[in-house]
């Protein structure tokens, strides 16, 4: 496990190095630079002000020579400011990982929970497979922006129940679940059709293993041979489609994040780009990216602890 542990970590090092210079090098060769921007903006400036600017901001130095200044002071704890939101980096990318983590957190358990639930349960009971099926095929089907959209016409503007969007004020556990629940409810319907369809497969073949059979011989209770000797050998592949989950939705819930308007990893990516806040959207770019791996590399010690063999 240390020797693991030691690679990967080295592995997300290198990867994250790659990463920013590739990130940088798109960037920097994209058309127009903030300086351009304000130029259009605000036609008072003269082409002195833009190279005082060009020079305050680096602008005007080579495209490699402002990449190893970046690292170099990222390196040193010094991540810089926003030029979007005028204030330091970290006092917009910390509360809009929080955001999407909480989001993602909740998802995650629901849609989990109750695909494992609906695939073990189709996989043990026959008539109860086709129920497993069909609630994965229409989670599958349903596109998340659209089922986003009846939530909130169902549950806020019909019944009026929860709130159609937005963040709760204040730290209130009651208040914070009612705006999470709309979000979260359709993150995980969409999400629920890979945990059901996995654990029906991998279940379904356990169960059919001659190990199952001799539990049973030895007088087992049924649950103990479902939850005891069948799932643990059924749950490596579905860790393996939470790991995946858990980072694409850092990056990736921009759509239900603005439907509710939620701030979060996916709406801040999207507007640092459109923004030109280069220094913004490459560390939101490289901590999805982090939390990526992180969550990848948990899903593989996770795995290790549910069967030792792996680790051979």
Do not use: C
């Given at each position: 496990?240390?020797?693991?542990?030691?690679?990967?970590?080295?592995?997300?090092?290198?990867?994250?190095?790659?990463?920013?210079?590739?990130?940088?090098?798109?960037?920097?060769?994209?058309?127009?630079d903030p300086v351009?921007?304000?130029?259009?903006?605000?036609?008072?400036?003269?082409?002195?002000?833009?190279?005082?600017?060009?020079?305050?901001?680096?602008?005007?130095?080579?495209?490699?020579?402002?990449?190893?200044?970046?690292?170099?002071?990222?390196?040193?704890?010094?991540?810089?400011?926003?030029?979007?939101?005028?204030?330091?980096?970290?006092?917009?990318?910390?509360?809009?990982?929080?955001?999407?983590?909480?989001?993602?957190?909740?998802?995650?358990?629901?849609?989990?929970?109750?695909?494992?639930?609906?695939?073990?349960?189709?996989?043990?009971?026959?008539?109860?497979?086709?129920?497993?099926?069909?609630?994965?095929?229409?989670?599958?089907?349903?596109?998340?922006?659209?089922?986003?959209?009846?939530?909130?016409?169902?549950?806020?503007?019909?019944?009026?129940?929860?709130?159609?969007?937005?963040?709760?004020?204040?730290?209130?556990?009651?208040?914070?679940?009612?705006?999470?629940?709309?979000?979260?409810?359709?993150?995980?319907?969409?999400?629920?059709?890979?945990?059901?369809?996995?654990?029906?497969?991998?279940?379904?073949?356990?169960?059919?293993?001659?190990?199952?059979?001799?539990?049973?011989?030895?007088?087992?209770?049924?649950?103990?041979?479902?939850?005891?000797?069948?799932?643990?050998?059924?749950?490596?592949?579905?860790?393996?489609?939470?790991?995946?989950?858990?980072?694409?939705?850092?990056?990736?819930a921009l759509v239900?994040?603005?439907?509710?308007?939620?701030?979060?990893?996916?709406?801040?990516?999207?507007?640092?780009?459109?923004?030109?806040?280069?220094?913004?959207?490459?560390?939101?770019?490289?901590?999805?990216?982090?939390?990526?791996?992180?969550?990848?590399?948990?899903?593989?010690?996770?795995?290790?602890?549910?069967?030792?063999?792996?680790?051979?």
């Amino acid at each position: 496990m240390p020797g693991l542990l030691a690679g990967r970590l080295v592995q997300i090092g290198v990867v994250l190095a790659l990463l920013s210079v590739l990130t940088w090098l798109a960037m920097g060769l994209m058309p127009g630079d903030p300086v351009e921007l304000a130029l259009s903006a605000d036609p008072r400036l003269t082409a002195e002000d833009a190279a005082r600017l060009r020079a305050l901001h680096g602008l005007d130095q080579p495209l490699w020579g402002r990449y190893l200044a970046w690292a170099a002071a990222v390196l040193r704890g010094e991540f810089g400011f926003s030029r979007l939101y005028a204030v330091p980096v970290t006092e917009v990318l910390w509360p809009a990982l929080r955001s999407t983590l909480v989001l993602l957190g909740w998802s995650l358990l629901l849609s989990a929970g109750l695909g494992i639930g609906l695939g073990v349960l189709g996989a043990v009971r026959r008539g109860a497979g086709v129920l497993a099926d069909g609630v994965a095929l229409l989670a599958q089907s349903l596109p998340g922006f659209w089922l986003g959209i009846l939530l909130i016409i169902l549950f806020a503007v019909e019944l009026g129940w929860l709130p159609a969007g937005g963040m709760a004020e204040g730290w209130g556990l009651a208040e914070g679940a009612r705006f999470l629940a709309l979000p979260v409810a359709t993150l995980a319907f969409v999400n629920i059709a890979a945990y059901a369809r996995h654990s029906l497969s991998a279940m379904r073949e356990e169960m059919a293993q001659p190990y199952i059979r001799t539990a049973r011989m030895k007088g087992l209770p049924e649950r103990q041979v479902i939850w005891g000797h069948a799932f643990p050998n059924a749950a490596i592949p579905v860790v393996t489609v939470a790991a995946l989950d858990a980072g694409s939705l850092v990056s990736g819930a921009l759509v239900t994040e603005t439907i509710f308007a939620r701030p979060g990893m996916g709406k801040l990516i999207y507007d640092s780009i459109m923004g030109n806040d280069y220094n913004l959207a490459l560390l939101a770019l490289l901590l999805a990216a982090l939390v990526t791996m992180l969550a990848t590399l948990a899903a593989d010690i996770v795995q290790r602890i549910i069967d030792p063999r792996l680790a051979a």
